[in-house]
């Protein structure tokens, strides 16, 4: 099994190199790779390079926590956003724009929106020390909702000022300006990639429920409560750099599930190559197909992930 | 000798109130000891107990003489095995994938499996008859051979005792009898402890060498099948009549069910 397991995983990383290859050639002006390194054409590469960095590890970050979230929720529709980071991010940004805060704190105000939105859906949903599968969804779901009108709220308000600093948002963006922030959300998207595998076969036993995990030895509470904590790190942390980029965290987790199995001591690492492919991908249809107009990001992730999912979905029996 | 596993005095339920009343019972090592009673008797929760998942309100539960609430529940894992009814299915995992697990309790943390976990796994495989299903997929099993799949995992941890909720309750009398033998010759050859919760009075009767019969939350009866398995304590528990006879083949207590209406 592992000799197959090192082939697709060869594969996916190969193809991962054409991609990038690929994406660092394209663009709204389309430049031979070989002189990309050229001393002119410095700047673009520069800032492919950033944004082409930057959708792996958004690609990476959001289909791990998407697989970690559907695991031990035991729900396959969780993912990334379920805790109601995106809205909490958005809320925070936005009443950062309308408080006149300057543009370089946004990245930190939606950090901070999304971590509190995490906090408040936790603390609605434990009961008695406990915290239930179905209570933390249905909070998360509230949290959303409430916090998105007060978003609609706000931003008829104040109009259009803020609406345009924030429709990036909604749809998401790998345009990242800064190799420092990027190094900054790196780092703990990396760590809680890493820390996660390192619970790959706790999450194949609490997949098959509760109980069976912790007569395997597992304390199944403390797990899921690290875990939970590490995937929403992962999301806002993303998502200061991106907003909110949907059907990666669901698909790519669920594609891949049909590729390898429900072993998450293969499902990780592969889908983190499959995701981060995935991401260079659209973002390479974003930017060329009209250009110099740009696509929103989360646009394309949806149109070409939906029939990806549907054909596969019809193809294999087992999700 | 004292006893592997002591239940002392145990009272335990969930919010609404005690479900388990008042048991005291004791299992010595190289017992096969069938837990019986009518639905919701206790029986479940009582196994729930005897796991740890489930913490008493008042009573202990002592595993070869530690309380097992002191005990680190991969310490206890790697003593005390549990096989369910069934697994969730749905996932695919293959036989050995499933069976590595296993392993968990005996792994720390930033540990992987090495040659002799995967050894350990061929061996609880190759105990159970199930060598040739390794490389299937769970999904792809039928409950006879899910069932002898998740007792390899439960050997995989290398127990002493292994508790178990009515794992044949989803099986034909095929499977059932092919499950059963497994544990009786596990409980024989590898003095296995074994404690079952059985629907079955037939299958407790022909396998185990104690019974426990539990009403309400309390023990009823306690003892050897001849002492347990009488007309008059089953027709009190269960509220319906029956016949006791001896299995012409064994000569152990045979239940035979009367119908009320003809």
Known sequence: MNKRLNKKLLALFLLLVVAVAFGLAQGSVRIP???????????????????????????????????????????????????????????????????????????????????ASIILVYTLASERKKIADRSLIL?????????????????SLFGNQAMHEMNWWLWGSLQVYDWQLLLLVAIPVVLGIGAIYIFAQDLNAIQLGEEQAMHLGIDTRKVKNILILITALITASLICICGIIGFVGLIVPHMMRLVVGSNHKALIPVTCLAAAIFMVGCD???????????????????????????????????? | ??????????????????????????????????????????????????????????????????????????????KVAFVSQDIATGFSFSVMELVLMGRIPHLKRLQFETRKDIAICEKALALTDASAL???????????????????????????????????????????????????????????????????????????????????????????????????????????????????VTAKPNVILVPGEK
């Open chain 1, 33 to 115: 790779l070989g002189s990309l390194l050229l001393k002119d054409n410095q700047v673009i590469f520069n800032m492919r390079l950033l944004r082409i960095l930057a959708a792996i590890l958004v690609g990476s970050g959001l289909a791990v926590a998407g697989i970690t979230l559907q695991a031990i929720l035991r729900n396959p529709l969780a993912e990334p956003y379920l805790l109601g980071t995106s809205s909490g991010a958005g809320l925070a940004a936005v009443i950062a724009v309308i408080l006149g805060v300057s543009r370089i704190y946004m990245p930190l105000a939606a950090f901070l929106g999304a971590v």
């Open chain 1, 139 to 155: 909070s998360g779901v509230i949290v959303s909702i409430a916090f998105s009108s007060i978003i609609v709220f706000l931003v």
């Open chain 1, 284 to 319: 390479i249809i974003s930017r060329t197909l009209f250009a110099p107009v740009e696509i929103p990001i989360g646009v394309i992730t949806a149109i070409i992930g939906a029939p990806i999912f549907i054909i596969l979905l019809k193809r294999g029996q087992r999700v």
């Open chain 2, 1 to 78: 000798m004292k006893p592997l596993l002591k239940i002392e005095n145990l009272s335990a339920g969930y919010y609404s109130g005690d479900i388990i009343k008042g048991v005291s019972l004791d299992v010595a090592a190289g017992d096969f000891i069938g837990i019986i009673g009518p639905n919701g008797s206790g029986k479940t929760t009582l196994l729930r107990l005897c796991s740890k998942i489930l913490h008493p309100r008042k009573g202990r539960i002592y595993f070869s003489e530690k309380d097992i609430l002191t005990m680190d529940l991969k310490e206890f894992c790697r």
């Open chain 2, 134 to 248: 390794k490389e299937k997929m769970i999904d792809e099993l039928s409950a006879g051979e899910r069932q002898r799949a998740i007792i390899a995992r439960a050997l995989a941890q290398e127990p002493v005792l292994l508790l178990l909720d009515e794992p044949t309750a989803h099986l034909d009398i095929g499977h059932q009898i092919q499950v059963m033998d497994l544990l009786k010759k596990l409980n024989r050859q590898n003095n296995l402890t074994i404690v079952m919760v059985l629907h079955d009075l037939n299958l407790a009767s022909a396998y185990c060498n104690r019974i426990c019969l539990l009403d309400n939350g309390a023990i009823f009866k306690e003892g050897t099948l001849q002492e347990v398995l009488t007309y008059k304590n089953i027709e009190a528990v269960y509220k319906t009549v029956v016949l006791v006879n001896a299995n012409p």
